[in-house]
């Protein structure tokens, strides 16, 4: 199965559905060396955060699609959680089948191995509940990952830190990294923008969007990284139509998320402990 999502997805970026998305106007793009949506290829080789950073892959099995998004390492106990968008997790009520993680990917191959997902975590009320906005300052989720013997970090490195932020909490340079598909965009290079965020709604965890990016098909997932710290996941596009494009970061909130990293981390560990051998 896996074979089949890399030819389809990875290796014939036209597998991802292809939405319009205007341009970021010019005077917005930070970015150097932008392009029309405020993106431009990280320079090789990889290294630190954009190491860390890959692709998540997986299957919607009632609509009989491939999904391609992104996701990061992050530090913890087990050296085996991946953060990434919760909708590459689990959508329209159901869960995503075959998942797996492919840190450092590149040019098409996999240099750091495929790790499939064993274990996924996504806030209740995004899993019970049928997409609205409302949902989007919860779109945020965990993978646990397994592959032999070893933890993911003992190939990619420790992973990075994460930084909760609150409601109202406005950062300026942030860093997106994913793995943009569809029309001018490969869908195997890792790409970055830089972007300044506000707040976006008045209530819940808060959600922060950005006017300097404009993200593409396959770059949900992807870390926002401020100060070497995973400050937000890219969640989506102008979910509100706005005239002249925007993309949307979910928060890493105490509450929502650092419970679910938690208990995540908690089950990753238990996990590990019931498969070493015994002396």
């Not at 405020?38 to 890959?54: D, E, M, N, S």
């Not at 928060?251 to 998320?257: D, G, N, P, Y």
Request: aromatic share 6%; proline share 8%; net charge positive.
């Amino acid at each position: 199965m896996l074979r089949l999502v890399l030819s389809l997805v990875l290796l014939d970026p036209a597998a991802v559905t292809e939405v319009f998305l205007r341009d970021v106007p010019a005077s917005r793009i930070l970015t150097p060396d932008g392009d029309r949506l405020g993106y431009a290829p990280v320079p090789r080789p990889y290294t630190g955060a954009r190491r860390l950073t890959g692709v998540l892959l997986g299957r919607d099995p009632v609509a009989k699609t491939d999904v391609l998004c992104g996701g990061t390492v992050i530090g913890s106990r087990s050296r085996s959680l991946v953060l990434t968008a919760a909708h590459c997790i689990y959508r329209n009520g159901r869960p995503l089948e075959h998942l797996a993680f492919l840190p450092g990917f590149d040019r098409g191959r996999p240099k750091l191995g495929v790790w499939p997902v064993v274990r996924a975590w996504v806030p209740a009320r995004w899993r019970d509940r049928p997409y609205s906005p409302d949902l989007l300052p919860y779109d945020v989720g965990l993978v646990g990952v397994a592959h032999g013997k070893h933890p993911l970090e003992s190939v990619t490195g420790r992973g990075l830190k994460t930084m909760p932020t609150a409601r109202g909490t406005e950062l300026r340079g942030l860093e997106l990294l994913g793995y943009p598909a569809g029309k001018g965009y490969p869908g195997t290079t890792l790409y970055r923008c830089v972007g300044d965020t506000v707040e976006a709604v008045s209530k819940g965890p808060g959600l922060m969007v950005t006017h300097n990016c404009h993200a593409s098909a396959g770059g949900s997932g992807g870390p926002a990284l401020y100060g070497g710290a995973v400050a937000g996941v890219v969640s989506s596009s102008s979910p509100l139509r706005d005239a002249e494009g925007y993309t949307v970061l979910t928060r890493l909130s105490e509450k929502v998320f650092g419970r679910m990293y938690a208990k995540a981390d908690r089950v990753m560990r238990r996990r590990a402990a019931t498969r070493r051998p015994m002396a």
